[in-house]
């Protein structure tokens, strides 16, 4: 990796010029106690800062050339002594081989960039063991969540905040300060009591994609199964008919749209129910039901599960042709036309549907794909809340609508036919139009002028059954106070 690229910062500006709060300190010796593919690249990044670094090995001639040529590799106690600032990259279960520096350390700043395995792996976190094996250092928590290719790739990683906790203020001031110069956004968590709480944070993973995901999860298994009764099980028990073939692709595409249309429509029921909420109490001011409150926060990761089921059902649509079972009953659909010689199989209704339905449902792909990208935080950053708004609301509901016609235009009249309910089973299309077009309904019930003012006048502050205060002059010139409802 070439040095043009290192030094490129990550915020765009590598010093604090112009923060009254934050003083440069380029230029000041950093030390690093460790030789691994983390102290490596944070040495590296550090040197591309403009710090002076040395590092610290218990075999410095063996690892000196992993490091870059302007940082000094020497031994743990050299490296301790030219330096009031350490980072600490080596594991816990090594702490214990720097008590022998005691005495070295004694009065200098401590920064703990380790990590667990395991969530509180330990019932002290990392930091504060670290802290009390060396009492007379001050130890800071910090860089653990940064890795070591966001310290590599610079510019080109997204992840730029440094977490830093520390129970001494200077401290932390003075690791924020290097965290900016190297790029980073440090944020300040607060006391070294969060250091556990900032050690678990790496080892989550997609904490706020759990629900959504079970979500769709049970949506897809629900809907799966009611089509392989419907597509696999009634022809095989009414007619004797192997249709197991259809499984992998057939059942799996029938499902994924109505996981995909159900997901998008659970985006915006949320808003629906909200909004019932408020018009009810007349405020806007009471709290919501924490399992409303949570659905709400989790409205960006459904709407983008939507989408990417979406996307797997253009996909597994396009493959249909390319099946060797498609192409055996076409074959055979046409052996079966030139036996009874029909020569003109053209059924204008059916032609039309079908060119509808696939222009609709890449409209609502197209809109589904805006959705999408617009939610992506580079993208996001770049819009100003009323883009946003419009976007991810109206463009949404209109997405949502399309979903609608599309789906309609799927079923058109097999609704109505009874050849199509499988053991008494509904076309799984219908089942899908529930939500939706509840949610639909409520939108354009929420859209007429009675409803729409109230509920506008709710969300800048009106209350029902709020008393104001006013004054009256009376009969004899002197002021009397009474009060009347905002309802009035």
Not at 281 to 305: A, E, M, N, S, V
Request: hydrophobic share 45%; net charge positive.
């Amino acid at each position: 990796m070439s040095r043009g690229d290192m030094a490129k910062p990550l915020l765009g500006h590598g010093s604090t010029e112009g923060d009254p709060g934050v003083t440069p300190t380029s230029g000041r010796t950093i030390g690093v106690l460790g030789s691994g593919d983390f102290a490596r690249s944070l040495a590296i990044r550090l040197v591309c800062s403009g710090f002076k670094v040395v590092v610290g090995s218990r075999n410095p001639k063996r690892k000196a050339s992993l490091f870059p040529a302007a940082a000094e590799v020497t031994f743990q106690a050299e490296a301790v002594k030219k330096t009031d600032v350490i980072f600490v990259a080596v594991f816990r279960e090594h702490y214990s081989t720097l008590c022998d520096l005691a005495d070295v350390l004694a009065g200098k700043i401590l920064v703990d960039v380790s990590n667990n395995t395991e969530i509180n792996h330990h019932k002290e976190s990392n930091a504060e063991y670290l802290a009390s094996l060396f009492p007379a250092c001050t130890v800071v928590k910090g860089f653990n969540v940064v890795s070591a290719w966001t310290l590599q790739s610079g510019a080109r990683d997204g992840n730029k905040q440094v977490l830093i906790c520390s129970n001494n203020q200077e401290a932390k001031r003075t690791v924020a300060e290097i965290a900016q110069v190297m790029g980073f956004t440090p944020v300040d968590m607060g006391c070294m009591s969060s250091a556990c709480e900032i050690e678990n944070i790496p080892l989550r993973l997609l904490p706020a994609w759990k629900i959504p995901i079970f979500l769709a999860l049970g949506l897809f298994l629900c809907f799966f199964t009611y089509n392989l009764i419907r597509q696999v099980i009634h022809p095989f028990i009414r007619e004797q008919k192997n249709k197991l073939y259809k499984i992998p692709i057939e059942v799996v595409n029938t499902t994924l749209p109505c996981v995909s249309y159900v997901m998008l429509s659970l985006v915006y029921l949320p808003g629906v129910l909200a909004a019932c909420s408020q018009l009810y109490y007349g405020t806007k001011y009471r709290r919501f039901p924490d399992w409303l409150d949570q659905w709400l926060q989790h409205r960006k990761q459904i709407g983008l599960l939507s989408f990417f089921c979406a996307a797997l059902h253009a996909v597994y649509s396009l493959c249909l042709p390319m099946r060797r079972s498609h192409r055996y009953l076409l074959i055979e659909t046409a052996v079966k036309q030139a036996v009874e010689k029909k020569m003109n199989i053209w059924v204008e209704e059916e032609v039309w549907r079908m060119e509808i339905y696939i222009s609709v449902g890449i409209i609502a792909l197209g809109l589904l794909s805006l959705l999408a990208i617009t939610s992506l935080p580079s993208i996001a950053n770049s819009l100003n809340w009323r883009e946003f708004s419009f976007i991810q609301s109206s463009l949404g509901f209109i997405a949502l609508v399309v979903s609608t016609l599309h789906t309609l235009t799927y079923g058109w009249s097999r609704a109505f036919d009874e050849n199509q309910y499988k053991f008494y089973l509904p076309p799984t299309y219908t089942l899908t139009l529930l939500v939706p077009c509840t949610v639909i309904i409520a939108k354009v019930i929420f859209s007429l002028p009675c409803i729409r003012h109230r509920l506008l006048r709710i969300r800048r502050g009106w209350e029902k059954g709020r008393y104001v205060k006013f004054v009256l002059p009376s009969a004899t010139g002197e002021y009397s106070s009474g009060e009347t409802s905002s309802n009035v």
